[in-house]
């Protein structure tokens, strides 16, 4: 029973590190190294929402929108109501101009509370809210 105290507490404070690397990574601009920790704490907590949505986060700020997309549908899967996935995921598909999946996700997002993307869709590709 130790033995598995041992390493349940050892799981955890490397998923912490893996995920604050990555944070203080992402912070610094420092997209690749964001991914690599972010890969290191999906290993050791594969359903970790966050972890997915800090490595679409990464993928995003690359400019690989299809692979930002991959990684926020994870954490949606992992968690329906991740607003912030929903926005972000409208977001890369904007920018990839599938404004309809875009315009899909802004508005679950709004749903959910926050209406940035579908406020940006409206004022820039005219869609009706």
Known sequence: MKAILVLLAFAVFAFADAFNDGAAAANRSDRQEAVKQSTQAIKIVPNDAKAYYNRGNSYFELGDYSKAIEYYTKAIEIDPNHVDAYNNRG???GKLYNYKKATKDARKACDLGNCKVLK?????????D
Not at 120 to 128: S, V
């Open 91 to 93: 977001n890369s598909y």
């Open 120 to 128: 940006w869709l409206g004022e820039n590709h005219k869609i009706d």
